[in-house]
């Protein structure tokens, strides 16, 4: 109770601080912490709390993306073709509650994440490693308790199991996921939630863990043990049980405070080590520079951002017009036709939204994966902003009536999103430009809305995003680019060259095969020609200058910033 007086008077007193005490980070948020259970954390919001309070098996080794080192695993063997995966558990491992870590505490939380495996969470792609199917018992009749419970065992040796249907180069990546940290079983069972048996595991299948006992009462293995949170602050301070080095700092306060300038004053007082900024604009033109502020730029993006062209619109969405190529309105197959899609490639200004959008700084893409991730093709063609040959594609459109009778598109943007609205403008702009006949009508629309309705394939034209789950290249190229993979819904695009290339990089461990058929699926998506490839933009971080131990050597854009690594002077 000493320990929480404490950190409760330290935040009342925090606004006036000339600076917060050596010994306490002070964060300030722009939105809610949405859960702290790992089983459900699919956010960056959730995740920059949980990655602090819990651990993986393994995690990334410095700044590597393809690098896996050992964290509450100490090795790991793999068998049986690349299907059965076996680790050794660290020794001595305490639970912030106080018990020692075993291997039961493992197997209870994967087969936790693969039993409840909600819409709310990221369990889906270890579902998919472990069951063969990304849906839980609920949805996929296949998905049995005997099929998770044979997925992930303790053997007689106390090693973790797990045994996959077929191979899966991503595994590993996988498991260093945040959503998939160790829980301990009878701590998590006491507060009320799934035992852990087969008893009661169909009431807990597709359950929302957002709000679950354990969010409330975290409990974890981490360097930071879980101390009060309300609607606007959470409170940690570091657990003197932890098996790793002791962190240098000794509480962390973390609040929400939604309006950027009371960020911005309290950062520049010193009142905040860390906020949520505005933008790179924003940022650049109002923090940077300042005196005690230390700004790390030019650090890896991991996002993919593209234009999506619906070569097969549903009517339902009102958006065709006459439903026709007579200049009133657009058909449905639209997009369908090649020439129609290069010709917006070609009438998009890349460089005029790395300029307008990203300040100068960002990158044309080759291919919708980030450029460090493995996998990535700089080889691979890009279209540039050519009006001379958008004009000569979309004479070809349609036999040419495109040309001739115009058309009339209606596209759907994220209300309140500059970025996205600027983009679309700067292709509506030049479009038209092309031709009298052409008209691009551009509505704002709640981002919630887009994407149920695009995902019902009724939006003509949304510019969308990914960022990753797991540093491996499947996440972005099978989410983009397979008929049935997430986005397919919102493209309709269909290659079978394509399917076949990402099965087949799905099927093998081989790095260099698998990089070979990702650029086999970019020089195809370059010809096809089913998105319109947005720069990616580079990131920066900013901080006070008297936080140290985060540098752009030891960034990893993978993982949260990790508090036990920072001191302040």
């Known amino acids: 109770m000493k320990k929480i007086a404490i950190l409760s008077t330290l935040l009342v007193a925090s606004v006036a601080f000339a600076a917060?005490?050596?010994?306490?980070?002070v964060i300030?948020?722009?939105?809610?912490?949405?859960?702290?259970?790992?089983?459900?954390?699919?956010?960056t919001a959730s995740s920059a709390v949980v990655d602090n309070m819990y651990e993986t098996l393994l995690t990334y080794s410095g700044s590597s993306l393809t690098k896996?080192?050992?964290?509450?695993?100490?090795?790991?063997?793999?068998?049986?073709?690349?299907?059965?995966?076996?680790?050794?558990?660290?020794?001595?491992?305490?639970?912030?509650?106080?018990?020692?870590?075993?291997?039961?505490?493992?197997?209870?939380?994967?087969?936790?994440?693969?039993?409840?495996?909600?819409?709310?969470?990221?369990?889906?792609f270890i579902a998919e490693s472990l069951t063969g199917s990304q849906s839980n018992a609920n949805d996929d009749k296949s998905i049995t308790w005997a099929k998770i419970d044979k997925a992930v065992e303790c053997n007689s040796r106390g090693q973790l199991v797990f045994t996959l249907p077929k191979v899966d180069p991503a595994f590993l990546a996988k498991l260093a996921y945040t959503g998939q940290?160790?829980?301990e079983k009878k701590y998590t069972a006491g507060l009320g939630e799934w035992s852990g048996t087969e008893s009661d595991w169909k009431t807990w299948v597709g359950k929302d863990l957002t709000g679950s006992n354990l969010s409330k009462k975290p409990?974890?293995?981490?360097?930071?043990?879980?101390?009060?949170?309300?609607?606007?602050?959470?409170?940690?301070?570091?657990?003197?049980?932890?098996?790793?080095?002791?962190?240098?700092?000794?509480?962390?306060?973390?609040?929400?405070?939604?309006?950027?300038?009371?960020?911005?004053?309290?950062?520049?007082?010193?009142d905040a080590d860390f906020i949520d900024g505005g933008g790179r604009s924003v940022d650049e033109a109002q923090i940077k520079g300042k005196p005690g502020v230390t700004w790390l730029d030019n650090l890896p993006n991991t996002t993919a951002n593209a234009i999506f062209m619906n070569e097969k619109i549903d009517p339902a969405g009102g958006l065709l017009g006459s439903g026709k190529l007579d200049g009133k309105g657009i058909p449905a197959n639209f997009f369908s036709d090649v020439n129609v899609r290069r010709g917006f490639s070609y009438a998009f200004n890349y460089q005029q939204y790395i300029q307008d959008v990203q300040k100068g700084k960002g990158k044309q893409r080759t291919m919708l994966l980030p450029d460090i991730f493995p996998g990535y093709d700089t080889k691979v063609k890009t279209y540039s902003y050519a009006p001379a040959q958008a004009t000569a594609y979309f004479k070809k459109a349609f036999g040419g009536q495109l040309w001739k009778n115009g058309f009339t598109l209606t596209a759907n943007y994220r209300a309140n999103s500059v970025p996205a609205q600027t983009a679309m403008e700067i292709l509506k702009r030049n479009v038209e430009a092309l031709n009298p006949k052409f008209k691009v009508n551009l509505q704002a629309k709640q981002w919630s809305e887009m994407l149920a309705s695009s995902k019902k394939g009724q939006e003509a034209m949304i510019l969308i995003g990914w960022a990753p789950d797991y540093a491996d290249p499947d996440n972005f190229m099978y989410t983009f680019y397979a008929s049935d993979g997430y986005y397919s819904p919102r493209a309709n695009w269909k290659d079978a060259s394509v399917d076949k290339w990402l099965n087949q990089a799905r099927s093998t461990v081989n790095t260099a095969q698998r990089n070979r058929l990702y650029s086999l699926v970019g020089n195809r998506a370059y010809e096809q020609a089913p998105f319109i490839l947005v720069p990616g933009g580079i990131d920066y971080l900013f901080f006070r200058s008297n936080v140290k131990g985060l540098t752009t050597q030891n960034y990893n854009p993978m993982l949260s910033i990790k508090w036990a690594d920072l001191s302040k002077s």
């Not at 917060?20 to 980070?25: A, E, G, I, V």
């Not at 063997?77 to 020794?91: H, M, P, V, W």
């Not at 002791?246 to 939604?258: E, F, G, R, T």
């Open 181 to 183: 940290a160790i829980i």
């Open 68 to 124: 896996l080192e050992p964290l509450l695993a100490t090795k790991w063997a793999i068998s049986n073709g690349g299907k059965t995966y076996t680790f050794d558990l660290r020794k001595n491992v305490k639970f912030h509650s106080g018990a020692t870590m075993t291997c039961a505490d493992a197997e209870y939380t994967f087969e936790r994440n693969l039993v409840t495996n909600s819409a709310e969470s990221g369990n889906w």
């Open 28 to 43: 300030q948020r722009s939105a809610d912490i949405p859960t702290m259970d790992p089983g459900v954390t699919y956010d």
């Open 219 to 270: 409990n974890g293995t981490g360097p930071y043990k879980f101390v009060r949170a309300d609607a606007n602050t959470f409170l940690a301070t570091a657990f003197e049980g932890y098996w790793g080095k002791k962190p240098a700092i000794k509480n962390i306060i973390s609040q929400k405070v939604p309006e950027l300038a009371a960020r911005q004053q309290a950062f520049l007082r010193g």
């Open 20 to 25: 917060s005490p050596k010994d306490t980070l």
